[in-house]
């Protein structure tokens, strides 16, 4: 068992206040502990002090990290291509909606909209766009960034998943680089068992050996605890998926994640999908390839100051606390909930198929002027680049659901280029 002190910020009064809250939940809890979804949740979503419920969520270049749009407007203006085309293989219904789950700091919004305007006014005119947004603190910041757009294009709204009626919708759901902020569960196969790692605390004291009486003082120090599995769904969960630890046999001490949340976000997606599409985007794997025995630590990452560690016990509430995405379990949740499995591709090939190769040597023609420098240049091929490389971005999972009446007929994000 390893213990960490949180060591909460004696000057931010709100993180102590999210450890005092884990450590009343786990103190309430059978045993004294929680399984690590319910921490991770916490440490993330709680309404008030959470890391995605705050102004501490540090996005971009010089935050905690980055995603695509941040990298230019390339990526929401392919995904524009992509979305055009949807509404053409749809029918031309209208309204068209786009459901964008998760939009980060509203940058895609920003260039979807503008390059369908402009390069697809039919689907624009039809298009309605909807954000589902559970961080407060990115939903108020979204908000004030579009709040010129709002007015002049009238159709873009904020809704929770309860303002979406079931069988609703028409068009696409989307989301870039959310499965993996989902809160998940941590397991561990020892002693030929499946168990869990929940999250229990420890209380300390100071140096002399008595309990601290300073308030100002005091610590808080979480560690993992192996426990007997919390829910039959994680058993489930890898039934699922076809994996069997003890076939494969996988070694002792091996640790991994399963997302039972990203099972109930793909349930109530497609419950409230009529007709159309559902487009996933975000690093990570097959079954097969996520839960190979050589990785023997699982895909859990923190990102915390331009840096990135596997331990989620401390900078509780300042940290962004991520795993990779099981692709088949969503494909697989979503044919039970009624979804047809389209396509999966890696990003670097789905964005070529749309028209990424043409962007690249386009920038290969450019000559610096008075308004373009050689490092506007520079700067714009190596974003592109960064944007399919299969080292990195490129090597992400895209997958297509599809529900209702579609065509066959394969969309072009999917096709080889």
Known sequence: MTVRETNPNQHDPGQRELCDRIAQRIADSPNHQIPFADFMALALYDPEYGYYATNRVNIGGAGDFY?????????????????????????????????????????????????????????????????????????????????????????LHWRTWEEIAPNSIVGCFFSNELIDALPVHRVIWKDGALHELCVTLADTTNTTGSTNSNPDEEKQSFSEAIAPLSTPALQHYFEQSSIDFAAARYPDGYTTEANLAALEWMETVAQRLQRGYVLTIDYGYPAQRYYLPTRRSGTLQCYFQHRHHDDPLVNIGLQDITAHANFTALERQGETCGLQTLGYTQQGLFLMALGMGDRIAAVSTLTPDESLTISDILGRREALHTLIDPAGMGNFGVLLQGKGEIPSQSVRGFCMP
Not at 98 to 111: P, T, Y
């Open 67 to 155: 995603t695509a749009p941040h990298l230019g407007s390339d990526f929401g203006e392919l995904l524009a291509e992509q979305f055009a085309e949807m509404w053409r293989l749809l029918d031309y219904p209208n309204p068209f909606t786009l459901v964008e789950m998760g939009a980060g700091q509203g940058l895609l919004v920003r260039d979807i909209l503008r390059y369908l305007h402009r390069h697809h006014d039919a689907c624009f005119e039809a298009l309605d766009y909807v954000i589902v947004e559970d961080s407060p603190a990115l939903r108020q910041e979204q908000q004030q960034r579009m709040a010129k757009l709002v007015q002049t294009f009238g159709r």
